[in-house]
């Protein structure tokens, strides 16, 4: 199992129920996954509703320790009579032995309130919050509303942004771009390879962009529907 958190609040922002040792990581673990601010936790363990977030990214947890709702080692009928002191996502469940806490499966959350899809850009498949594409967006028609059309172009947004990342991360991007400004200083010199990277790098950047062009104009198309449907009074 992964759970993504963010790095300064702890909170849960997404659970992705593969094992382990599929050995995932960033986006295939989330979809939205930035590690400017989130980490990613590994466990083969159930997760205790009190579990201490602030572990280092990609730490494995494989020896937890007994948890009940106070803390190492507490007995859950020692100061808790019921469920409603419990985390939310979390329930507890009676098994030989005793009272357990357990975490909620994504259908449970979803039923009572406690997680909510991000609508029409995620689903549930198979008990896990999956991203749905521009392409599905675009092709069932998910897209109902103005708002929902400028979400998807600045997602997109991200996704070119991110791609151009893995060519040239912002340092190497604006070392380039200091180094061809000086080219510029110095007169423009022929053959010169700060002309030729820079020039590169705009080539390539401009390739990925070039990629989701047909898709940002389908996205601005349905939004031009959208809005006229609006006023002409069709919706």
Known sequence: MYIVTHK???DILHIN???ASQGLSGTEVYFHYDSKTMNIIETNEEI???L???MQENQTSTEPEKIGVNGPDSSLS???NSENDLDPRYRMIIEEGGEKVVMKTMDEQLADGTLNLDEPFEKLIDGEIVAISIHELLEKNLLVSSDQCIRATGKMNKRIDYLISLEYNPGYEMKITKNYLSWIKDGQPENDEREKVFNQ???TIESIKSEFADLKELIKNRQVEIERDIKTGRK
């Open 8 to 10: 300064e609040t702890k």
């Open 52 to 54: 201490d977030l602030g």
């Open 17 to 19: 129920t593969a094992p």
């Open 78 to 80: 020692e100061t808790h």
């Open 201 to 203: 790098m705009q080539e």
């Open 48 to 50: 205790p509703h009190n």
